[in-house]
């Protein structure tokens, strides 16, 4: 079974035409891989469905816009995947 | 339909919140001023106008769904397929399913049949957000009732 980056950086390589191997746990989505907001929203539908849950981007953009958090707390690929296991983790109890 | 006014549904035939499917008419005009141009001596239904009836066949059914609390904008087509010309006269039924409910944004699958042959189909992608503000939403709501949205569906319209 593929890990959540495995899974996660395939969906992004994919989906924005990205080169796999040029991402990486440390990637930031937007400001390494140059990922909009708009191809962001291709990604987020591909991992819903791949992890059966629902990124909770508005309620993260909220928290970002409000300066309570950094995009880097979100968009960092390893800090996504780790909020991806989180939400996998709460939905399976 | 009055397409100068992109007005181009013009009743909801069924709107099913379990299914998360809707259903509508949308008639289009026997003149408008937009087949004088689209095109002269052939006048044909705008491909781009077939788009948005079933943009905004997508868009009901997502604004049901929201409860009438959110707005969808167009973001994204994708597989859009324009299968045969729609001609002024033809009486159109538009069709559209929610695929994925994401947060702040929903893709739909639609399609338009005129005398039940499929004309055109597309995968949409919407950015779902607040109503820009109080006077859009009363606009909505105006258009609402135009358009038989069966308000009395919605948990919170």
Redesign the interface.
């Known amino acids: 079974m593929p890990s959540t980056f495995e899974t996660v950086a395939n969906i992004i390589s994919e989906t924005c035409d990205i080169p796999r191997d040029t991402i990486t746990a440390e990637s930031h989505a937007i400001d390494d891989l140059g990922i909009d907001s708009l191809d962001f929203l291709d990604i987020a539908f591909a991992i819903d469905k791949a992890f059966g849950i629902k990124l909770p981007l508005e309620q993260w953009t909220q928290v970002v816009n409000d300066g309570k958090a950094t995009t880097e707390q979100y968009f960092v690929l390893k800090n996504l995947c780790a909020r991806i296991d989180d939400l996998v983790a709460a939905k399976a109890k | 339909m009055r397409l100068e006014y992109f007005q181009l549904i013009d009743r909801i035939i069924d709107l099913n919140l379990n299914d998360l499917t809707i259903r509508v008419e949308a008639n289009v005009p026997a003149e408008s001023t937009i087949f004088e141009g689209h095109f002269p001596g052939r006048p044909l239904m705008p491909g781009v106008l077939l788009v948005e009836a079933m943009a905004q066949a997508s868009g009901w059914l997502i604004i049901g769904r929201t409860g009438f609390q959110k707005m969808p904008f167009l973001?994204?087509l994708k597989e859009v397929k324009l299968r045969t010309f729609v001609t002024p006269g033809q009486s159109l039924e538009v069709t559209a399913k929610i695929l994925?409910?994401?947060?702040?944004?929903a893709?739909t699958e639609a399609e338009i049949r005129a005398d039940g042959k499929k004309v055109c189909n597309a995968e949409i992608?919407f950015?779902v957000v607040d109503f820009p503000d109080g006077d859009f939403r009363a606009n909505m709501n105006d258009v609402a009732r135009r358009i038989a949205f069966p308000l009395e569906s919605v948990p919170h319209g």
Do not use: K, P, Y
């Not at chain 2, 994925?100 to 944004?105: A, Q």
């Open positions: 973001a994204a994925h409910e994401g947060s702040g944004f893709l992608t950015r």
